[in-house]
């Protein structure tokens, strides 16, 4: 069974760090597209970053220059690095890897105190 298990939420202050990880198992780790979500406190599921399976990043305008997305597939992990924090950016961020189907993990909180 796929699991994706996401870890390094945390409290922190406004422009601080944090970073993220999620780490994959019985999945083909590095044939799959990857992605951050964040969904904050009664709002959607937003996309945040992406990182294909040829290492192609994107990212959502609110988060350009402030994150990074990578990943290692030698350790079936995606990570996202986020610096100069931002109250906005509080919500629970989840992983997700998407091909022909799309996995999820349940979620880390990252809360962004002013």
């Known amino acids: 069974q796929v699991q994706l298990v996401e870890s390094g939420g945390d409290l922190v202050p406004a422009g601080g760090s944090l970073r993220l990880s999620c780490v994959a198992s019985e999945i083909y780790f590095s044939l799959y597209d990857t992605r951050w979500y964040r969904q904050a406190p009664g709002k959607q599921r937003v996309l945040v970053a992406s990182i294909d399976r040829n290492g192609t990043v994107a990212y959502a305008d609110s988060v350009k220059d402030r994150f990074v997305i990578s990943r290692d597939d030698a350790k079936n992990s995606m990570y996202l690095q986020m610096s100069s924090l931002k109250p906005e950016d509080t919500g629970v961020y989840f992983c997700?890897?998407?091909?022909?189907?799309?996995?999820w993990g349940q979620g880390t909180q990252v809360t962004v105190s002013s």
């Open positions: 997700n890897l998407y091909r022909t189907m799309s996995f």
